[in-house]
């Protein structure tokens, strides 16, 4: 399965499928992307912040 939100492959039993009100399927990996997916972010990068030296 491919995420809808992230576009990261998981396995089937991983994840939340989700079937919206209009016949859609929405695939989820975590619930970290599910979330940001309802407030509507579209542009999030998870990266740690660097130190500068």
């Known amino acids: ?3 809808v939100y ?3 492959e ?3 039993h991983r994840g939340l499928t989700l079937i919206m009100k209009d016949g859609t399927i ?3 990996c975590s619930a970290k992307c599910r979330k940001n ?3 509507k972010r579209r ?3 998870w990266i740690s912040k ?3 030296q």
Do not use: A
């Open 37 to 39: 997916k309802e407030m």
């Open 10 to 12: 998981y396995d089937l």
């Open 43 to 45: 542009k999030v990068r």
């Open 26 to 28: 929405n695939h989820f």
């Open 1 to 3: 399965m491919k995420c």
């Open 50 to 52: 660097k130190k500068k």
């Open 6 to 8: 992230c576009g990261k």
